[in-house]
Every structure is written in C-alpha cells, then in structure tokens.
T-cell receptor, first 113, second 109 residues
Framework: EAGVVQSPRYKIIEKKQPVAFWCNPISGHNTLYWYRQNLGQGPELLIRYENEEAVDDSQLPKDRFSAERLKGVDSTLKIQPAELGDSAVYLC???????????FGSGTRLTVV | GQQVMQIPQYQHVQEGEDFTTYCNSSTTLSNIQWYKQRPGGHPVFLIQLVKSGEVKKQKRLTFQFGEAKKNSSLHITATQTTDVGTYFCAGIGGNKLVFGAGTILRVKS
C-alpha cells in the first residue's frame, strides 16, 4: 500500500508570509494527525482528525495556524503569517484508529527566514 | 499535563554491545508505542504494548511494559550499525499520544 504522502518536502519562506502543507493519508485510515517536530525533540501533536472532524486541536496555535480535512481524506495545514519560531519539520500521520500505530509521512521541513 | 520522559538522551556503543532506553510517564498509560527515526527520516512504528507487564520481541529488540503501566523499556541485543537512529516511546493516556524526547543511538563499528 502507498504510504502517507506529504508535500512539499522542503519550504523556505520569509517571516510574515503564508505557507501551506498538504497530506494524503493511507487509504482507509480514518484518523489523521499533524505533528510538529523541532530539532532534537519528539513530535508534538498539533491536531487530530477523526474522519473530517477535528477532535483534538488544543495544541494548535489558532491565531496563526489552521487546518482542514475535506471529505475525510486529504488534509492541509496552513500558517499565516509565519514566524521565525515556526521553523520545524511538520509531520502528517495516519492510523486506522487511535488504538493502532501511526504511519508517518516524510514530513515538510519549513525554514522561516 | 501528561509527560513522557526518556533516558538516556544519547548513547554511543560499540557494535555488538547491548543498548537499552527507558521511558517513564507521569500518568498511567493505556498503551505505549515505540518508534524509530533514522537520521533525516521520519518516525517508523515498531510496536505497541497494551497489557501490564507485557514483553514482546522483534528479533534482537525486546520491549517491556511495566506492571504499573507507567514505564517501558526497549533493549537491543548485540547492536549493529543498522540500529543507528533515535528511538521514541509514545504513551497514550487519556486521549493523547505523547512522545518522549527520544534516545539517540550511535554505533561504532
């Protein structure tokens, strides 16, 4: 089966600019997650979707971050405007449901300059 | 909130030596998962432990879940250069999967 697909792989933007990341999860995986991973740290959850419903977005900085998962499949994560501290790897993961291991995508490495 | 701590932060071993990383949670976990992340890569799911005192093996890797379901360990027997990477534990307590900071393993050949 195809894995979790993310794009772009790398993104360099100037601060205050907007940026968007896209994720296509594994077919049939109802649960989708967006994580942020800073260098030398473990992934931190930003948002979790069950189908098209965002069921946990308590860690999402809602003043500048937004996410959507249309039709319960693909998802996009947006930052507007980006700040220097947003530089990190943004990982998308999916699972059949919360009781299963996660399959991560390759991530998008964001650099804000 | 829930915290998951891992030790050591970093370990450098000679090829053929054993390696162990430990994971401790501030709260009781419903289950724990382990992931491996190669340098420059993304986390890859290794295993999930659910039962108190559970022990699972994958070839040279042995995973344990503590009796109180608040700690776990990963032991690698006779490390190889292919074992290089960061090993993360991630615990589910309540509704969240929280990752530890990981243990970086380097293997000298």
């Amino acid at each position: 089966e195809a894995g979790v697909v993310q794009s772009p792989r790398y993104k360099i933007i100037e601060k205050k600019q907007p940026v968007a990341f896209w994720c296509n999860p594994i077919s049939g995986h109802n649960t989708l997650y967006w994580y942020r991973q800073n260098l030398g740290q473990g992934p931190e959850l930003l948002i979790r979707y069950e189908n098209e419903e965002a069921v946990d977005d308590s860690q999402l900085p809602k003043d500048r971050f937004s996410a959507e998962r249309l039709k319960g499949v693909d998802s996009t994560l947006k930052i507007q405007p980006a700040e220097l501290g947003d530089s990190a790897v943004y990982l998308c993961a999916s699972s059949r449901n919360r009781g299963y291991g996660y399959t991560f995508g390759s991530g998008t490495r964001l650099t804000v300059v | 909130g829930q915290q998951v701590m891992q030790i050591p932060q970093y370990q450098h071993v000679q090829e053929g030596e054993d390696f162990t990383t430990y994971c401790n949670s501030s709260t009781t976990l419903s289950n724990i998962q382990w992931y491996k992340q190669r340098p420059g890569g993304h986390p890859v799911f290794l295993i999930q432990l659910v039962k108190s005192g559970e022990v699972k093996k994958q070839k040279r890797l042995t995973f344990q879940f503590g009796e109180a379901k608040k700690n776990s360990s990963l032991h690698i027997t006779a490390t190889q250069t292919t074992d290089v990477g960061t090993y993360f534990c991630a615990g589910i307590g309540g509704n969240k999967l929280v990752f530890g900071a990981g243990t970086i393993l380097r293997v000298k050949s």
